[in-house]
């Protein structure tokens, strides 16, 4: 079976710092990674993922992923954070050979001006 | 939002009846597939489509009804049955075997 955690409900930073969304996954193979946005009363919007080769993944709108095998994590990071990227966010898992994906309960992010 | 239309974007029900929420797509997607969204619970799967003709149930089909006789559409029925149908719905599609999900607006759906 396969599952993934987004330990905080909630993480806090202020414009321009650094931000980190953690995510963990349980699979039992070689995974598939995804990282969705929803802004509010919106559909979700892909940013990025991991499939294979290099572990650290670049999206859209300047986000990136660095995937560690060892430590079943897939963070979602951003060098310096904007107020717009207030949202919530949501990591996905699919084992290879599924071909659902399954999502982690989401992490809102308030980036303070 | 990809390509991809739900209507209507609000919709309020009485207790007892059933509702069908529209989903569209115009990407050529093979799969289609409907969650439902409550606070702090993240996307629950209800149902999923590889093909026209052709649906799977999810983890929460209780209470649910679909149907694809297009590729373009994959309407969702809430009927009477579903206990609790309060929820934000969304519709997403990929291209089967591919990877990413393309997600539609969404339908709030208020039972009254």
């Known amino acids: 079976a396969q599952s993934v955690a987004q330990p905080e409900d909630q993480v806090n930073v202020a414009e321009g710092n650094p931000l980190t969304v953690k995510c963990t996954y349980s699979v039992s193979g070689n995974p598939y990674l995804f990282w969705y946005v929803q802004y509010p009363n919106r559909g979700l919007q892909f940013l990025l993922k991991?499939?294979?080769?290099?572990?650290l993944v670049k999206g859209s709108y300047g986000f990136e992923a660095e995937f560690n095998k060892s430590q079943t994590s897939f963070h979602l990071k951003k060098p310096s954070a904007l107020v717009s990227d207030s949202a919530l966010y949501f990591c996905a898992v699919r084992e290879r050979g599924s071909y659902i994906p399954t999502f982690g309960r989401g992490t809102s992010l308030i980036v303070h001006p | 939002d990809g390509g991809i239309t739900q209507s209507p974007k609000y919709l309020f029900r009485k207790e007892g009846q059933n509702v069908t929420l529209s989903c569209e797509q115009n990407l050529n997607h093979d799969a289609m597939y409907w969650y439902r969204q409550d606070p702090g619970q993240g996307l629950r799967l209800i149902y999923y489509s590889q093909i026209v003709n052709d649906f799977q149930k999810g983890d929460i089909a209780e209470g649910y009804s679909v149907s694809r006789e297009k590729k373009e559409s994959f309407p969702l029925t809430v009927t009477s049955a579903q206990k609790n149908p309060t929820a934000f719905y969304l519709c997403?599609?990929?291209?089967?075997?591919?990877?990413?999900?393309?997600f539609g607006p969404g339908t709030r759906l208020t039972v009254l």
């Open positions: 997403a599609s990929s291209i089967w075997r591919e990877n990413e999900q393309f």
């Open positions: 991991y499939i294979t080769g290099d572990n």
